[in-house]
């Protein structure tokens, strides 16, 4: 069986604008007014992949370094609540 590889995406703040936008749909369409930070990340599940063309898809194709943070296997959302 292969290697699965996994990876979580998010936008770097300011360049978060889905994020933001899902907040203040939250807050204003649905009432969730205790809402004060949303983070939304994209978690990829890779395989058939090599380690070495996954280090060179990491920055490419599943991610812009310029304006994601990029988090292997597992994602710190210790005081957050997830869904």
């Known amino acids: 069986m292969a290697e699965v590889i996994r990876l ?5 703040p300011g360049f978060d604008v889905e994020a933001q936008h899902m907040k203040a749909d939250l807050v204003e369409n ?7 930070e949303l ?4 978690r990829y599940d ?3 992949l ?4 996954f280090e060179q898809a990491r920055g490419t194709i599943f991610s ?8 292997d296997e597992e994602c710190p959302l210790s005081d ?3 869904f």
Request: hydrophobic share 30%; aromatic share 8%.
């Open 8 to 12: 979580f995406v998010e936008k770097k």
């Open 30 to 36: 649905l009432g969730m007014k205790g809402i004060r």
């Open 39 to 42: 983070r939304l990340l994209n």
């Open 46 to 48: 890779v395989s058939g």
């Open 50 to 53: 090599s380690r070495e063309e």
């Open 64 to 71: 812009e370094p310029n304006v994601d943070d990029v988090y």
């Open 80 to 82: 957050y609540r997830v």
